[in-house]
């Protein structure tokens, strides 16, 4: 099957910033692919270069088709593109809104009427059609955006963090419409997230990218499937210490220590733990707690990455999204 989207070494330098660093991946027909990574990792650079609003310093990509470098508006008339830059008009009503998009974008005529009111419908907005944009909520703007970005038929849908500071029923919404696209409009859906639960939960093929570069690319299942075994998380102050201890006394060499706890990967828990705490307690360290279970995407990306994405804070959040949309302008 052909990739709807390959890319060649594809790099992007910012000074001696190497945001995006010879990438090579390549998305099939239909799938959701996420590029999951931590703060400043390359996701919205690789995504921008692919979208044509960034230009590579070297290597190139190709996008149902078309090189992104020398076909470029080939490649924008046939995705679509929905980013943090707010880009609907909070003095215009939602209908308005998307037929000025469906001029912009050459939506012939006759058309336009049945595919805004199914746009509308896909998001569930057909009741606020006729409201002003400045009366939405959050989440009802995001859904708004999702349906001007799928007015003009595109084949590839560009989605950065598409639930970015929603609430968990809105998040839950855009992911139903997410997955409702890709059956209904046979569409390829390419996000970027830090969410590991939207990574795993909405998408067919997960690229965890990291200072740049594509660490791991897998199924969720996969992913989470090649750590194996039990996964036992130690609480205590000495994270560090006990670490060390552990790979020490060969009790797993698979260990990590992350925020105040130790996440030792084993074949069997049972017979690990005592041993754990035996060794704990004989080097005079406080065990706090301990917890055992089957590895999930938070533990794939720690053991990938090194870091833990659950701690960034409300305003961290914030932050990053106003460092972005200026970055967009
Ligand atoms: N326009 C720009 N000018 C200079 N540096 C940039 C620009 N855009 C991105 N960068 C830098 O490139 C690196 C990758 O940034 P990028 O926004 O792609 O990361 P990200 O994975 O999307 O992170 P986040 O989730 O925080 O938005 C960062 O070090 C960032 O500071």
């Given at each position: 099957?052909e ?111 049945e ?27 995001r ?28 998040r ?27 990574a ?32 036992i ?51 005079g ?13 938070n ?31």
């Open positions: 099957m990739p709807v989207i390959e890319t060649f070494g594809i790099t992007k330098k910012f000074g001696d910033n190497i945001a995006v660093n010879e990438v090579d991946l390549s998305v099939g027909n239909g799938e959701v692919f996420g590029l999951l990574g931590p703060n400043g990792a390359g996701k919205t650079t690789l995504l921008s270069m692919l979208c044509t609003i960034l230009k590579p310093t070297s290597g190139t990509a190709k996008v149902n088709g078309y090189d992104i470098i020398r076909q470029h508006s080939d490649v924008r008339k046939s995705i679509g593109i929905v980013f943090q830059d707010p880009s609907v008009d909070a003095n215009m009503t939602a209908r308005e809104n998307l037929q000025m998009h469906s001029d912009l974008y050459s939506v012939p005529v006759p058309e336009q009427k595919r805004i009111g199914s746009v509308l419908k896909l998001v569930e907005l057909e009741d606020k059609a006729n409201s002003f944009v400045g009366t939405f909520s959050g989440g009802m703007r859904r708004l955006e999702i349906a001007r970005g799928l007015l003009h038929y595109p084949k590839v849908l560009f989605l950065d963090e598409p639930t970015i500071g929603l609430d968990p029923q809105s839950e919404h855009i992911w139903d419409y997410i997955r409702e696209l890709k059956k209904r409009e046979d569409m390829t859906i390419i996000l970027t997230t830090h969410y590991m639960e939207e795993d939960r909405l998408c067919d093929k997960i690229a965890i990218i990291d200072h740049g570069k594509i660490v791991a690319l897998d199924s969720p299942g996969r992913l989470k499937a090649a750590l194996g075994g039990d996964l998380t130690v609480g205590t102050k000495e994270s560090l210490k006990l670490s060390q201890i552990v790979l020490e006394k060969k009790l797993s060499d698979r260990v990590q220590a992350v925020n105040g706890e130790v996440k030792i990967t084993v074949n069997n828990a049972l017979t690990s733990i005592p041993r754990i705490i035996d060794a704990a307690t004989a080097s360290i406080y065990v706090e707690y301990v917890s055992v279970k089957q590895p999930d995407m533990d794939v990306f720690i053991h990938h990455t090194g870091r833990d994405l659950r701690h960034e804070s409300g305003a961290e959040m914030l932050g990053r999204m106003a460092m972005k949309k200026r970055r967009m302008r």
